[in-house]
C-alpha cells in the first residue's frame, strides 16, 4: 500500500478498522461471469425441461386424440353395420321368400345352375342365423359377427402413437437436451419404420424406408416452421 486512496479513509483510521474486524471487500454485483454462467446453465435446464414438459403433453393428447378417434371411428362404422344387419333380419322374417329368391340369384351368380341354386338357397334359408350371415356377408361384405373391437382398435392406436412420440422425446427424457440427437434417432426410427411396413406389403425395403423418412422428414419441417411462426423461435 505505497499510495493512499484517495477515496478510503485515511491510513490511520483504516489500520485501526481493519484490526477490528472491518472488512472492505464485497461479492462482485455487477455481474462478471457467474451470473450469466448461472443463468445460461438454468435456462438450459429450463428449456430442456419445457421442452420435455411440451413434449409429454403432446404425446399425450396426441395418443388420445388417435385413441379416441379410432375407437369412435370403428364403434361407428360397427354401429352403422349393426342397424343395416337388424333391417336386413326385419327384411329376412317379413319377406322370406323373397329374400331366399334373392339368395338363389346369388348362387346363380357363383356359377350354380338354377336348380342347384334354389335348392342351396333353400337349404340355406332354413336356419335363419345361416340365412342372416350369407345375406349380410353378400350386401355388407362383413361378417356381422366378427366386427373388429373398438377397444382393441383404439388401445392400439393409442400404444401406437405413443411409442412413435417417445422417440424424438427419449434423448431430453434421459437428460440429453441436444436437438441433434433427437433428429438423428427419429430419422432412424422413421427409416426403420418404412422399412418394416415395405417388408410386410412386399415393397423394396430401402426405398420404403426412404420414402417414410423424406414424408416424416416433411412433416416435422412444416411442425417446426409452424412452431416457429406462431412461437417466435425455434426449439
Ligand atoms: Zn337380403
Redesign the pocket.
Known amino acids: 500500500m505505497a499510495q493512499e486512496d484517495p477515496r478510503g479513509p485515511s491510513q490511520a483510521t483504516g489500520a485501526a478498522a481493519l484490526q477490528a474486524g472491518w472488512y472492505h471487500g464485497h461479492r462482485d454485483v455487477s455481474g462478471g461471469w457467474l451470473r450469466p454462467a448461472v443463468f445460461g446453465a438454468v435456462d438450459g435446464l429450463v428449456s430442456a425441461h419445457t421442452v420435455v414438459l411440451t413434449g409429454v403433453a403432446a404425446l399425450v393428447a396426441g395418443a388420445f386424440s388417435m385413441g379416441t378417434g379410432e375407437y369412435i371411428s370403428v364403434t361407428n362404422q360397427n354401429e352403422l353395420v349393426q342397424s343395416e344387419v337388424s333391417l336386413?333380419r326385419q327384411?329376412?322374417s317379413r319377406f322370406p321368400a323373397a329374400?331366399q329368391d334373392?339368395l338363389a340369384g346369388y348362387f346363380r351368380q357363383y356359377g350354380a345352375d338354377p336348380d342347384t341354386a334354389a335348392r342351396m338357397a333353400a337349404a340355406a334359408s332354413a336356419d335363419p342365423d345361416t340365412a342372416l350371415r350369407l345375406?349380410t356377408r353378400e350386401?355388407l361384405g362383413v361378417d356381422y359377427d366378427e366386427l373388429p373391437s373398438p377397444v382393441v382398435a383404439g388401445t392400439a392406436s393409442l400404444l401406437a402413437f405413443s411409442c412413435g412420440a417417445l422417440v424424438p422425446l427419449f434423448p431430453y427424457l434421459v437428460g440429453a437436451s441436444v436437438l441433434w440427437v433427437s433428429l438423428v434417432l427419429t430419422a432412424v426410427a422413421l427409416v426403420t419404420g418404412g422399412g418394416v411396413v415395405g417388408r410386410l406389403t412386399g415393397r423394396p425395403v430401402i426405398r420404403a424406408g426412404l420414402r417414410q423418412l423424406a414424408l416424416g422428414g416433411l412433416a416435422i419441417a412444416v411442425t417446426y416452421l409452424v412452431g416457429h411462426l406462431i412461437g417466435g423461435h425455434g426449439a
Open positions: 336386413e327384411m329376412l329374400e334373392e345375406h350386401e
